[in-house]
């Protein structure tokens, strides 16, 4: 079982940025594919950004690209996205999630960190 912990959201103003962080205590990322979800209430989950394991890799959501950022620290076992030029529209709870390396699915989720901008 792998534990992931999200933080940094908060309320910002339209334009404004964030950065996200997922950490998972103990445990290590460098064989996981990474990535970052969100969840609007009343709307299903989707999909934000990814990284493969070796970091070398990235994938958005047409939404985002240009704006957020994906990255990782193996090191630290801490992915993090950077969100800049925030919108209204970009209110979700967002959570990270690990997809083991041999596996198609997301195997481990946080519990998400909410975030909501205003106009």
């Known amino acids: 079982q792998v534990q992931l912990v999200e933080s940094g959201g908060g309320l910002v103003q339209a334009g404004g940025s964030l950065r996200l962080s997922c950490a998972a205590p103990?445990?290590?990322?460098?064989?996981?594919?990474m990535g970052w979800f969100r969840q609007a209430p009343g709307k299903e989950r989707e999909f934000v950004a990814a990284?493969?394991?070796?970091?070398?890799?990235?994938y958005y959501a047409d939404s985002v690209k240009g704006r957020f950022t994906i990255s990782k620290d193996n090191a630290k076992n801490t992915v993090y996205l950077r969100m800049n030029n925030l919108k209204p529209e970009d209110t979700a709870v967002y959570c990270c999630?690990?997809?083991?390396?041999?596996?198609?699915?997301?195997?481990?989720w946080g519990r998400g960190t909410q975030v909501t901008v205003s106009s």
């Open positions: 999630a690990a997809r083991p390396a041999g596996r198609y699915d997301y195997a481990y």
């Open positions: 990284i493969n394991w070796s970091g070398g890799d990235t």
């Open positions: 103990g445990r290590t990322f460098s064989t996981y594919r």
